[in-house]
């Protein structure tokens, strides 16, 4: 039909090759399974190998090609041993997900450099060498799709945002900086921004019932985010549909920050 080969003109990953941080849990494992429904093979990489296993498990029980690459994104050392190894197993990606993440929010008044340090080297850090490493490749074929995952602490301080929020708000800087550098030659770079999400790094919160229904209430919809809910966006961005959006942040939020 017509209108299907319009829609897999414009959303199809077939050909593509996706990796996928923090992939096997979460929001990382929700957009690593959709884009590889939509066509493309997926490396994941996390730090677990039980949880990266059984997702490529379930991902090839799909039909989909996967395959994982357990790495420490938390040393630029174990941060290139990943990218090394994950680019031999279908070659160079094309799409770049960034969604590892740590969660250590004691309060700023309590934040040693240790916790500064590991947050910023996982969070921050290791977007930033992931795409001096596969940024020039992508730009050098003509077509990349860079797409962080950051959080509503980038743009405002609530339940205690501590040396997480301001990660989340430098990985946003550092989208549009790689916007600027690499999208003249078809690379996109963008940020999804999620709401509330009940997902394992929101465990501290997500044991709280009344905090869960309070911040469902903050929505527009009128409940939490759960990691499907990013699938679309995800194609979306990494897709021949989003060739002219780059540098934006794309809130993902059931209309969280506006209400």
Same mark, same amino acid.
């Given at each position: 039909? +017509?209108?299907? &080969?319009?829609?897999? %003109? $414009?959303?199809?990953?077939?050909? #593509?090759? /996706?990796? *996928?941080? =923090?992939?096997?849990?979460?929001?990382?494992?929700?957009?690593?399974?959709?884009?590889?429904?939509?066509?493309?093979?997926?490396?994941?990489?996390?730090?677990?190998?039980? +949880?990266?296993? &059984?997702?490529?498990? %379930? $991902?090839?029980?799909?039909?989909? #090609?996967? /395959?994982? *690459?357990? =790495?420490?994104?938390?040393?630029?050392e174990g941060v290139r041993a990943a990218a090394d190894e994950a680019a031999e197993v279908f070659g160079e990606p094309?799409?770049?997900?960034?969604?590892?993440?740590?969660?250590?929010?004691?309060?700023?008044?309590?934040?040693?450099?240790?916790?500064?340090?590991?947050?910023?080297?996982?969070?921050?850090?290791?977007?930033?060498?992931?795409?001096?490493?596969?940024?020039?490749?992508?730009?050098?074929?003509?077509?990349?799709?860079?797409?962080?995952?950051?959080?509503?602490?980038?743009?405002?301080?609530?339940?205690?945002?501590?040396?997480?929020?301001?990660?989340?708000?430098?990985?946003?800087?550092?989208?549009?900086?790689?916007?600027?550098?690499?999208?003249?030659?078809?690379?996109?770079?963008?940020?999804?921004?999620?709401?509330?999400?009940?997902?394992?790094?929101?465990?501290?919160?997500?044991?709280?019932?009344?905090?869960?229904?309070?911040?469902?209430?903050?929505?527009?919809?009128?409940?939490?985010?759960?990691?499907?809910?990013?699938?679309?966006?995800?194609v979306f961005l990494a897709s021949r549909a989003s060739s002219y959006v780059t540098g934006q942040s794309v809130f993902v939020d059931g209309?969280?920050?506006?209400?």
């Amino acid at each position: 039909m +017509e209108s299907q &080969a319009y829609l897999s %003109e $414009l959303f199809s990953l077939e050909g #593509r090759v /996706a990796l *996928v941080t =923090g992939g096997s849990s979460g929001i990382g494992k929700g957009i690593a399974e959709a884009l590889a429904r939509a066509g493309a093979s997926v490396v994941v990489v996390a730090r677990r190998e039980a +949880e990266l296993a &059984a997702t490529v498990v %379930e $991902l090839t029980e799909q039909g989909c #090609r996967a /395959a994982w *690459v357990a =790495g420490d994104l938390g040393t630029r050392e174990g941060v290139r041993a990943a990218a090394d190894e994950a680019a031999e197993v279908f070659g160079e990606p094309d799409v770049l997900v960034n969604s590892a993440g740590i969660n250590l929010r004691p309060p700023m008044g309590k934040t040693g450099d240790d916790v500064w340090d590991a947050t910023m080297a996982v969070n921050l850090e290791a977007p930033y060498l992931l795409g001096q490493r596969f940024g020039p490749g992508m730009a050098e074929r003509g077509f990349g799709r860079i797409i962080h995952v950051t959080s509503q602490q980038a743009h405002r301080a609530f339940v205690q945002s501590g040396v997480y929020g301001v990660s989340k708000g430098a990985l946003e800087s550092l989208t549009r900086s790689q916007a600027e550098a690499w999208s003249p030659h078809g690379v996109t770079c963008n940020a999804l921004v999620p709401g509330f999400v009940l997902t394992p790094l929101n465990e501290r919160l997500s044991s709280d019932p009344e905090r869960v229904a309070a911040l469902a209430a903050r929505t527009m919809i009128g409940r939490n985010g759960v990691a499907e809910d990013f699938a679309g966006a995800a194609v979306f961005l990494a897709s021949r549909a989003s060739s002219y959006v780059t540098g934006q942040s794309v809130f993902v939020d059931g209309g969280f920050h506006v209400h």
